[in-house]
Structures are given as structure tokens and as C-alpha cells.
């Protein structure tokens, strides 16, 4: 089985379908070999041997792998024309991670191997530019120090070695930029460079290529393993045995020169999704300078550099002079990347985010990847590419991620209290959204406040895990392509990148901008779609749908075959979810109704009775309160079904266990505060969840049952003479035993004909249950005998199949996560493997006795896609979830049909 796959010269030996085995970059660069884009010859040496390099270790794997190697450099010194560590005539490469989906930044690269001093003597001779080769020679060793040698910075407050070295000979040569560095002190650079390296790892760079080529590889293969990469694995819940490819490719330099330049690209604008050509580049400079943001980019096109030179201040005349856009600097270069990128996309049929380099005034393509993209971006593009004819319906569905819309759901800056608040300075609008928290200086301690906003000179891959945990990034440095711009667009966070005017000192964890000082712990918010960062807290409100969304979920509906209907206990939330689109309620908690203050005091003097007579008289106070919810919900739902669920939680939850409450409630009832105290002894439960709550409170307290049945139809037939048609769907919680249904369903139906008398008209309705206790979902066919519907109950169902407390879950979770023992939360994605087969044995037998019974879930698990998946795929006539989850559900549910 082959362990290398070259590509290069138009032809290649993978293809863009082979991600799993090239790893999404190794599969690009084969493709784009193949469709005629220029990129740099190179190999793929594919992610199976990661997995092989894990188990044998590193002697081995080389002497396994040695022979396709060398096979693979001299595919490339053959279209280079140029020998890899001949000093004579030197080949330089470049090894780069690439697993099977992107992970921007959270693997390693090492470029310009090859180098040493023999061969860096050699190349001068060849290329006659020694500032450029004494240029790449201190990247290769600053490069291979910290990625292969390891070296670190001392502390998190200070810069690495390496720019401790930059920094320190700028002052003395009284110089801003890297560019304006000579030979002389490039080669003072390599020399304290190769100085500060051994000190600090005690060992040096080797100079056989041969040696840097495999301890690079071996070092991209460990990076799979890295701290960073698990971290973005298991945020994204990428298996660990994936593996990553390793791509090694000739070197194309972007650093020779004033004909030589570097760039990032997008074929759409990532943060809005608009079909407008953008990016950043920089002249006589390496890939890594435009991503890490030491050097201000300039933007590819005009267009583009007009819009940022607006944001920036800067005026026309100085952008033309100091920041021009490749497009009227290097029009020729500009029409011909321009005319790939269309190629490219036009070819994955999806925004492209692409990296190039001009060397010397020719263009390579040095990768392309489906470019990562807020929420708002995502949806526009799928529709615009609908629009263009790009993509069928079905693809425009599949191309969303259900679980990004959430972003869109999420609190934008209310405009009014945007106009009066005080702008601290203005950077480039990263990554859109509304932020608002206290500054930290250090991705580490992000979670100290709760809400807090990273502020980072420029961020690194390795604060990840701040940046996720941060409400909003804000960088001094760096444009829209910086690693803090693209990884907080593909997280949907805010992010300001780029705000020149601040000063940021680590060291006294301070910022400052505009003569005042913001410390550590002071509120600020920023606004990711105008750039602009404002004093102190901003008040938000909520989002509207957008049309391009609406549009897409409407094309949704006519592919699912599963209806989305919402839990809901209040109109409010009803009316919300309808605006989401909700088509019904799948449940509602008539316990929440009880938590008001009026209604604890009737629902505790209703707990507290002795007699049923007591109970009922309680009861009578808390009829009308119900029956108006009740009547709220039905209305804001004109006509659309609606599930009620009967009283649920243990008792206990509703009587006072602090004495002071206690004895109110006594003076409140005419009671004593023993009796109050005695009554709650007596409801202390040692498992309440798993003890007089349910159906069983309303088989012991069939009162209860009775009141809640008569507020529901009641409230029904009022709105029947309102001319709005409600067909109540009556729920039963916590069933086990049929006889258990049998029971409530008796009440039901009696207090049903009492009011229907009473009132001389009449509602359908149904009476159905949940089926959330394991021993219900096992009789189902017995249960259904008699209830008219099913709603998995999937929290209590995971609880109990489980044996997992719902509440108490997280304290050991962390742990059972660490150790392998669960991949995920029970109670957030349906464990398909145990729960599932209960739902199935369930939908199963249900049918059996009862063809066409209807059937749903209202656990959490309704709003969450992988889920509704598999409810669909069981044969579920509906899922409900919570309001802001409807949308993402009708898209999965459309997906899981497709
Ligand atoms: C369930 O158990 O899944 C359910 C929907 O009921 P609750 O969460 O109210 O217990
Ligand atoms: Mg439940």
C-alpha cells in the first residue's frame, strides 16, 4: 500500500476525494495539480502513517518509510531542476501538517529545509540575492528551534528568544521593520540565533537535510498529538485516530525580493458571506509574517484596500503610496490570481480560502481549503451559490452546520445605546458580533470573569482555549487573515484584529489608547462588524432572522419529512418559537406556571392540606390562574397543536427548607411552623428524582389531575368561542405501568364530560403519554393500547438507562471524558447505542398495536442535530425543542432526509 502520493506539474496521484487518507491539504494540493493551477511539486505522505509512526516509533517508521521518500524528493528535484542539499544547485522544502478537516494553526510547519551553511554559500552563488538567503536561513532556524527543538518562551509575559534578538538589534540599529534589515545583521541574526538555541534546548540544528527532513516530519506527526490539536479536536469532536498527513513541498519564496510577495485569499468575504474577492498580502515576505501580523498587510484588491483604508484612517494618498493593492501594483500578477481563484471555486463549488506566493514574478498556489466562515457567511453563501446555479437545494441544505446558527440567534448591540458610547479606538472588524467583558491580557486566564475579552498583542495558536472561553478577542496586531481573525471567525466569536492605536503592555497588564489606561478587570465591548472598541458595558437586544435564513429554512421544510414543534411554558416563548417557525408545541411544563409568588402560596397551601377537601379548595384558587396560561398559549399557537404535560417534579421543590420562609408560610396559613416543618420531613425524599413525582403525584392526588384537565379544556373551549380551533393534546409524565395511564386517563376523561356538560359544547382532544422510564418504553405495546400518542422523554429516558443523575452529571464528566470512558454528554446527544435501542424497541411495539401512532421527543436531545438524526431514522413523527432551537432543528431535520 503506497505511503507517499506526489502531485505537482499538472498531474498528481490523489485527488480532492481522498481527504481521509491525504488529509484535506495533501487532497487539494493533488487536485489542483490536476485541474492546472500552478502549485509547488511536492509529496503527501498520508495520515495512516501517522497512526503507523505512533505505534512503531520513529527509528522504525524511517526505515520503512526511506525508500518512498527519496522517491518523492527526486520526483521534485526532477520538475525543480535542483538537488536537495546539493549545495551546488539546492532544493529547499517545506513540511506542513494537514489533517482531514482543517485545524488552522493547530499543527506545525517547517519551512526552508535543506539549510546549512554549506548550501546557504551555494545558493547564494545561485540566486546572487544573499539578503534573501540569509533571510530564509534565520526563519529556518528560528522555525526548526521552536517547532522541532522545542523552545520556548521563559514566561507567558515575555516574547520568545528569538524576538527578544529582533527586537533588541532594531533599537540598536534604530529600525522599525524586518525588511530593513541588511545582510550584516541577518547574519548576526543567524549567529545568536543558533547561540540562543542551543542554550536553551542544549541541542543544535543539524545540518543534513536528510537528518532536518525526517526530524520535521516526526515533529508534524507529534503535533498531532499537541496540546493545541487535542484541544480543537475535542471541541470539534475529531477522533484521535484520525492522524494527520505531512506534505512536503518545494519551497517557492515570497521573500526574494521586490517582484516576490506572499498572500492569504478568499473567493467571498468570510465574515459576510458577500461574493466579493478579498485578502491580504505582503511584499518581500514569508507566508507567516501576513498570519502571525507583525507587518501591516496590504489588501489584494482595490476595492478592498479602499474599504480598509477607511476603517484604518488612512487617506487615499497614503494608501496608494504605502499600502497599495496587488491589484494596482502588480495588475498582471493580480488578473492571473484572480482568475485561479475563480477557477478554484467554480471547481469545489464552495468559498475557497487560499494561500499564494509570487516569486520573482511568477504565482504558485500554495494550498486551498473551504474557507472557514461566521454563521451569517455561511448561510449567504449557500443561497447566493444556490442563486448563481452552483449548487442544487439539497446541496445548499447540507451545506449548512445546523449548529452554527445558534450564532445568529445570538444579542446584537441595541443601536440607541451604540450611538452614546464613548469609542476607545477603532481596529478592523474580524469576526462580526456584539461583546461586552472585562479585559484579560492572557488567553489562560480568560475564565477568570465570567465574561471576559481576550486582549492579545496578536494571538497564537496556543490560546485556543482562552479565545473559546472569551466573550470577544481583540488584537493591536493583524489583519483579516491573522490566526485571531480566522480561528474566532470559525468559532462565531467577536473579534476586533488590528487596532494600531493601542498600546499593550503584558508585563504591567495594561492597555492603552487614547491617553487613558484600561487595566486588567475593566469593561469594554467591541463590535465585530464596525471594528469599533467602546468604554464599558453596551446594552444588547435580540437578533432578527435574516431573509437569506428564512429563505433557506423554507426550502428546508419541503424536504423534511419530521415535524419541528417547540417546548414552550409561557405565550411569550410560544410566540417566539412560531416566529422561528415551530409547527405546535411538543411540550409544556405546567409546573413552571406554579413558581409565581401568588402561585406558590396556593400551591403550598394545596401541598400542605391534610384532607382532599383541603387540596381541592387550593386547587379552586389555582383553576383560573391555569386556564389563563393556559389560554395565552393556545392563542399565541392559532390553532396549531399543543402538548400539555400533567403536574411533574417531586413536591418538595415547591414547600420552603429555610426556616425563615417557613415560618411565613406558617403565619401566612394560620398554621404552626411545626406543622409547615413536619410536612416538609415528610416530603423529603431520598431520590426525589426518582420518587413522588410524575404520574404518581396525580395517582395519589387524582385532585390534582382533575384541576389541571379542567383548566386545559376549559381554556380550550373559550377560545373555540373566540373562533380559534384547539385540539389539546393532554400528556401524562413518568409512566411505568399501563395501569398507571389507565388511571389518569379515567380522570381525564370524567372531568372532560363534566365540562363539556357544564359548558354544552365539546373539544377533541387526546390524551397521550411520555414514555421516559425505561420499563414504558419496554411495554410499550401494552401502553399503547390505550394512550394516543408517545413524546420520548430522552432526559429522564438517559437518566435512568444510565443510571447518571441528570443534575449531578458534571462532576464527574471531565474525568470520564479524560480517560475515554464517554466521548460525549449523554444528555446533550442521544447515546444511540443504549437509549437508542429503548427508543426503538419503543416506536417498535408502540406501532405494533397502533399503526400510524403519532410519535415525538421533547427530552433536550430534539434541538440537537445529530439527534434528530436519529429520530428520524427510528421513525419519529416530530422532534421539539426549545424556541431558539427550532431553526437549527427544522435544517437537521431537513438534512436527515436529503
Ligand atoms: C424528559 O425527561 O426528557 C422531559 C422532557 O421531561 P423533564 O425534562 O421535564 O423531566
Ligand atoms: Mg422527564
Known amino acids: 500500500k503506497a505511503r507517499i502520493f506526489r502531485f505537482g506539474n499538472r498531474t498528481a496521484d490523489g485527488s480532492k476525494d481522498m481527504k ?24 503527501t505522505i498520508t495520515t495512516e502513517v501517522c497512526t503507523e509512526y505512533n505505534r512503531l516509533g520513529k527509528e522504525k517508521l524511517i ?40 485545524m488552522p494553526g493547530m499543527m506545525d510547519t517547517v519551512l526552508n529545509l535543506g539549510l546549512n551553511d554549506e548550501v546557504v554559500a551555494g545558493l547564494i552563488k545561485k540566486t546572487g540575492n544573499d539578503r534573501f538567503v540569509w533571510d530564509s536561513y534565520r526563519r529556518f532556524i528560528q522555525m526548526y528551534g521552536s517547532v522541532v527543538l522545542g523552545m520556548k518562551p521563559d514566561s507567558k509575559e515575555e516574547n520568545d528568544g528569538f524576538e527578544e534578538i529582533i527586537e533588541k538589534l532594531k533599537e540598536k540599529r534604530n529600525i522599525q521593520l524586518d525588511t530593513e534589515f541588511g545582510v550584516e545583521d541577518l547574519k548576526e541574526l543567524v549567529s545568536d540565533f543558533k547561540e540562543i538555541v542551543k542554550k536553551k534546548t542544549g ?47 518545494a519551497m517557492v519564496f515570497g521573500n526574494m525580493g521586490d517582484s516576490s510577495a506572499t498572500g492569504v485569499c478568499f473567493t467571498r468575504d468570510a465574515g459576510s458571506g458577500e461574493n466579493v474577492f478579498n485578502g491580504e498580502y505582503l511584499m518581500n515576505a514569508q507566508g507567516e509574517d501576513v498570519v502571525a501580523g507583525v507587518r501591516t498587510p496590504q489588501q489584494i484588491t482595490k476595492l478592498g484596500s479602499q474599504r480598509w483604508a477607511e476603517l484604518a484612517r488612512v487617506d487615499e494618498k497614503e494608501r496608494r503610496e504605502v499600502y497599495p493593492s496587488l491589484e494596482e501594483l502588480l495588475p498582471d500578477l493580480y488578473r492571473e490570481l484572480d482568475e485561479y481563484q475563480q477557477k478554484i ?129 481583540l488584537t493591536a496586531r493583524g489583519g483579516m487573515t491573522s490566526h485571531a481573525a480566522v480561528v474566532a471567525r470559525g468559532m462565531g466569536k467577536c473579534c476586533v484584529s488590528g487596532a494600531g492605536s493601542l498600546n499593550i503592555d503584558y508585563k504591567s497588564r495594561e492597555m492603552r ?7 486588567e478587570g475593566d469593561w469594554i465591548s467591541l463590535n465585530g462588524s464596525t471594528g469599533n472598541i467602546l468604554e464599558g458595558k453596551v446594552a444588547t437586544v435580540e437578533p432578527e432572522l435574516s431573509e437569506d435564513l428564512a429563505e433557506l429554512l423554507e426550502i428546508s421544510d419541503q424536504f423534511a419529512k419530521m415535524k419541528v414543534r417547540t417546548n414552550a411554558d ?35 397551601e394545596m401541598i400542605l392540606a391534610d384532607s382532599p377537601n383541603g387540596r381541592k379548595r387550593a386547587l379552586r384558587e389555582l383553576l383560573p390562574m391555569q386556564r389563563a396560561d393556559f389560554e395565552g398559549i393556545f392563542e399565541a399557537m392559532q390553532g396549531l397543536p399543543v402538548t400539555i404535560r400533567l403536574l411533574d417534579p417531586p413536591l418538595h421543590e415547591f414547600v420552603p427548607h429555610e426556616l425563615t420562609q417557613q415560618k411565613e408560610l406558617a403565619n401566612e396559613m394560620h398554621i404552626s411552623v411545626k406543622q409547615v416543618k413536619n410536612k416538609v420531613d415528610e416530603l423529603r425524599e431520598f431520590n426525589p428524582m426518582l420518587g413522588h413525582r410524575g404520574c404518581r403525584l396525580g395517582n395519589t392526588y387524582p385532585e390534582i389531575t382533575e384541576m389541571q384537565a379542567r383548566a386545559i379544556l376549559e381554556a380550550a373551549l373559550n377560545l373555540k ?40 359544547s365539546r373539544v377533541e382532544f387526546q390524551i397521550g403519554t411520555m414514555i421516559e422510564v425505561p420499563r414504558a418504553a419496554l411495554t410499550a405495546a401494552e401502553i399503547a ?114
Open 20 to 43: 481521509n487518507l491525504l488529509g484535506g491539504k495533501g487532497a487539494n494540493l493533488a487536485e489542483m495539480s490536476r485541474i492546472g493551477i500552478p502549485v509547488p511539486p511536492g509529496f
Open 63 to 102: 526505515d520503512i518509510l526511506r525508500p518512498e521518500v527519496r522517491e518523492g524528493v527526486e520526483h521534485v528535484e526532477k520538475i525543480m531542476g535542483s538537488r536537495y542539499g546539493d549545495p551546488g544547485n539546492p532544493l529547499l522544502l517545506s513540511v506542513r501538517s494537514g489533517a482531514r478537516k482543517s
Open 203 to 249: 541541542k543544535s540544528v543539524p545540518a543534513d537535510p536528510w537528518e532536518q527532513l525526517w526530524d520535521a516530519t516526526m515533529a508534524v506527526f507529534d503535533s498531532w498529538n499537541g496540546k493545541r490539536a487535542v484541544y480543537y479536536r475535542n471541541m470539534h469532536g475529531y477522533p484521535s485516530d484520525w492522524g494527520t498527513a505531512v506534505n512536503v513541498q
Open 345 to 473: 471555486e467554480d471547481h469545489y463549488r464552495d468559498m475557497q480560502d487560499m494561500e499564494f506566493t509570487i516569486q520573482e514574478g511568477r504565482l504558485w498556489i500554495l494550498q486551498t481549503r473551504d474557507g472557514k466562515r461566521t454563521g451569517t457567511a455561511m448561510i449567504k453563501i449557500a443561497v447566493d451559490l444556490l442563486k448563481e446555479g452552483k449548487i442544487s437545494e439539497k446541496e445548499a441544505i447540507l451545506r449548512i452546520e445546523p449548529m452554527k446558527l445558534d450564532e445568529l440567534l445570538h444579542p446584537v448591540f441595541d443601536k440607541a445605546a451604540l450611538s452614546k458610547a464613548h469609542v476607545i479606538a477603532q481596529g478592523l472588524p474580524a469576526s462580526p458580533g456584539a461583546a461586552t467583558g472585562q479585559i484579560v491580557f492572557f488567553a489562560d486566564e480568560a475564565h477568570k470573569f465570567k465574561n471576559s475579552i481576550l486582549v492579545r498583542i496578536e494571538t497564537s495558536p496556543e490560546d485556543l482555549e482562552g479565545m473559546n472561553l472569551a466573550r470577544g478577542i
Open 513 to 519: 489608547a487614547g491617553g487613558k489606561v484600561y487595566h
Open 570 to 604: 409561557t405565550p411569550k416563548d410560544a410566540e417566539a418559537a412560531r416566529n422561528f417557525g415551530a409547527s405546535g408545541i411538543g411540550l409544556t411544563r405546567t409546573e413552571h406556571m406554579f413558581f409565581g409568588h401568588e402561585r406558590i402560596k396556593a400551591m403550598r
Open 721 to 760: 368561542e373566540k373562533g380559534i380551533e384547539v385540539k389539546p393534546e393532554i400528556m401524562i409524565p413518568l409512566v411505568g405501568t399501563v395501569s398507571e395511564f389507565i388511571l389518569q386517563e379515567q380522570i381525564i376523561r370524567e372531568t372532560a364530560e363534566t365540562v363539556f356538560t357544564e359548558r354544552e
Open 785 to 898: 393500547k390505550h394512550a394516543e400518542f408517545f413524546s420520548f422523554g430522552t432526559n429522564d429516558l438517559t437518566q435512568m438507562v444510565y443510571g447518571f443523575s441528570r443534575d449531578d452529571i458534571g462532576k464527574f464528566l471531565p474525568v470520564y471524558y479524560e480517560k475515554g470512558i464517554l466521548a460525549g454528554d449523554p444528555f446533550e446527544a442521544i447515546d444511540q447505542e443504549g437509549v437508542g435501542q429503548l427508543i426503538r424497541i419503543g416506536i417498535e411495539n408502540g406501532r405494533k398495536t397502533k399503526p400510524g401512532l403519532k410519535i415525538g421527543i421533547c427530552g433536550e436531545h430534539g434541538g440537537e442535530p445529530s439527534s434528530i438524526e436519529f429520530c428520524y431514522k427510528a421513525g419519529m413523527d416530530y422532534v421539539s425543542c426549545s424556541p431558539f432551537r427550532v431553526p437549527i432543528a427544522r435544517i437537521a431535520s431537513a438534512q436527515a432526509a436529503i
